[in-house]
């Protein structure tokens, strides 16, 4: 089933429900009229059970969604890092060639001239982290590499001329 017919059954429910809301608005108004204490009575009824089935609902959402939560991985954060100092410049970025498999890796970036991206690339070519380089501040971009091989390191930022030209490349794993 394609996307668009999807999507034509999504509307024509939701239709179907406001049609079925509006029938029964109309339907109710035809009863005589009450006494605005009864009204309000079972208006604040509603809205009591609606607040408590929405709660609930969020609530269980939360409960959840707990395990997927990427602070539960503080095992790995508490590892002791290496630190690697990186210095992005035009058109090139000063860092090491050979890293560790599976060690927390902590880049230090910053940059010597104008603003640059310094993201990293698998050796499938997905980026798999990044953060800002600029000059006179230093960001920190926490690492741990699970598969060994060649990366590549390249700016996200235009930067000049040489900008597509920059990039470095690096082991991960044996040297």
Known sequence: MSVAVKLLILFLILAAVAIGIFLVVAVSTRRPPQDQHEVARRGYTIRGWWFTSLLAFFVAMFATSIPFFPYLAGATALQPALKVPVIAMQYAFIMPTHFPVNKAIIFEVTSRDVNHGFGIYN??????????????????????????????ARCLEYCGPGHALMEKTFVVGAK
């Open 123 to 152: 050796p499938q070519g997905h980026l798999v982290a990044q953060v800002q380089a600029m000059p006179d501040y230093t960001n920190y971009l926490r690492v741990i590499f699970h598969q060994p091989g060649i990366y590549t």
